[in-house]
């Protein structure tokens, strides 16, 4: 007899981990509309009440998986500077890949889904700055070059335009895209 969400043994994290990634494939899938506590709390095989255990709300869920996919990007952000032998540009140089090409971040996840509702709701507005800032002050040594600057801003452009325009993967105009950007991350003055 399969266990139901009300007899399986309580594994809080499992639990919270389903969510986040029914969330996370519910927005890819159907746009953060779709998010909705009923889909999320069915696809992941809990009650509402489960889901409510674990997230106050639908904004609270949100929000949720908006933290988990910064927290995944920050990991792939921070293993690229560590195998990265040029200190001078190394964060730039990871945020450009993880946005051209990451796992949590890049043009075909589902930080695309989520990246439109930043700029209207104030709450992951607020959660992508102070992620941004923190980023920027820790990098400050080696990245604060205005030129630098101009490289992230660039590949925001490049996410934006890629994310408007309903393109589904990376061709060989965006690798070149790519390949300028980094370069840039390598020229000094």
């Known amino acids: ?3 139901s969400a009300y007899t399986r043994a309580k ?19 159907h746009g953060v509309s779709g998010v909705t506590v009923q889909a999320v709390a069915a696809a992941a ?3 509402k009440g489960g889901l409510f255990h674990h997230f106050g709300s639908k904004q609270a869920l949100i929000e ?14 921070d293993a690229a500077i560590e195998a990265d032998p040029k200190p001078l540009g190394s964060f730039t140089r ?9 796992k949590a971040f890049g043009f075909a996840t589902p930080w695309a889904a989520l990246s439109m509702v930043v700029v209207t709701d104030p709450s992951l507005r607020k959660l992508w700055n102070d992620w941004m800032k923190a980023r920027l002050k ?11 600057q101009i490289v ?16 589904t993967r990376m061709n060989a105009d965006w690798r070149a895209v790519h390949d300028r950007l ?8």
């Open 64 to 77: 949720g998986l908006f933290a988990d996919l910064l927290a995944r990007v920050d990991a792939e952000i």
């Open 11 to 29: 594994q809080p994290e499992q639990v919270r981990r389903a969510l986040l990634d029914h969330a996370a494939a519910i927005a890819m899938d």
């Open 45 to 47: 095989g809990v009650t």
């Open 182 to 189: 980094i370069a840039q991350t390598y020229r000094r003055g």
């Open 1 to 3: 007899m399969p266990a």
């Open 138 to 148: 820790r990098h400050r040594a080696t990245d604060a070059a205005p030129e630098l």
């Open 94 to 102: 990871a945020y450009v890949n993880a946005v051209f090409t990451g």
């Open 152 to 167: 992230r801003l660039a590949a925001d452009g490049a996410w934006l335009s890629f994310v408007t325009t309903g393109q």
